[in-house]
């Protein structure tokens, strides 16, 4: 059965305080590991599509990166206005459906 | 990209009754899905519904509970029914973007509509 988990739950950290999140999924063939901000009252926000292990994809203060078995979100140098919800999601090759994690809930303190 | 707008954003039912989702989307699109996010859960999809045919609902999810139409390309209604408070949860209505060779699995969103069961 195909599965994500994310960890941690939950991430406090200090405004310029560098971290990064997990993701292990397993999936029957891996069509793309994908990464979504979701805000409070919100849906959830695209962020990367990762499709192959050693790929890595950049937005402003995040990094996604891909192995055989798991992704990383890297936030460097957080603000605060990056306090969101991360969730991963995946989807196996043949298949429309999409798989979500729970999410990481980061709070970034100033 | 694509803008999808939900109604209605939250509300407050009673046990036993039911309530309709509304999803409209500012392009047309060959399929939309339906997605729950419970408190500290993920979000489950409910069902994948396409235009012309019968709703595809996943495991533990059944036409009866959860009807759903798809009555043209930019629109979509969730109705859950005999609610009870188990239903409480945010229903999300969501549609891939395509690129050339075909679905791309990135999603966008509607702002969910929150439903509370008393």
């Known amino acids: 059965e195909d599965q994500v988990t994310q960890s941690p739950e939950a991430l406090r950290l200090q405004e310029g305080e560098s971290s990064s999140l997990n993701c292990s999924y397993t999936?029957?063939?891996?069509?793309?590991l994908f990464w979504y901000r979701q805000d409070p009252g919100k849906g959830p926000e695209f962020l990367f599509t990762?499709?192959?292990a050693g790929e890595e994809k950049e937005k402003e203060r995040l990094k996604a990166t891909l192995t055989k078995k798991e992704s990383f979100l890297h936030i460097t140098a957080p603000k605060p206005e990056d306090s969101a919800t991360y969730l991963c999601?995946?989807?196996?090759?043949?298949?429309?459906?999409?798989?979500f994690g729970k999410g990481t809930r980061l709070h970034i303190l100033p | 990209s694509a803008v999808i707008s939900q109604k209605p954003s939250r509300d407050i039912c009673q046990r036993g009754t039911s309530l309709t989702i509304q999803c409209q989307v500012d392009?047309?699109?060959?399929?939309m899905f339906w997605y729950r996010q419970q408190p500290g859960q993920s979000l489950t999809l409910i069902a994948t519904?396409?235009?012309?045919?019968?709703?595809?609902?996943e495991s533990g999810f059944v036409i009866d509970k959860f009807p759903i139409s798809r009555p043209n390309l930019t629109f979509s209604t969730l109705t859950v029914s005999n609610m009870s408070p188990e239903d409480s949860s945010i229903y999300l209505c969501?549609?891939?973007?395509?690129?050339?060779?075909?679905?791309?699995?990135?999603?966008?969103f509607g702002e969910g509509s929150r439903l509370t069961v008393l």
């Open positions: 969501s549609v891939e973007a395509y690129g050339g060779e075909g679905g791309t699995g990135e999603l966008f």
């Open positions: 999936v029957s063939g891996l069509r793309g």
């Open positions: 990762l499709y192959s």
């Open positions: 999601a995946v989807q196996a090759r043949g298949d429309d459906k999409i798989i």
């Open positions: 392009s047309q699109v060959t399929m």
């Open positions: 519904a396409n235009q012309g045919s019968e709703a595809t609902y």
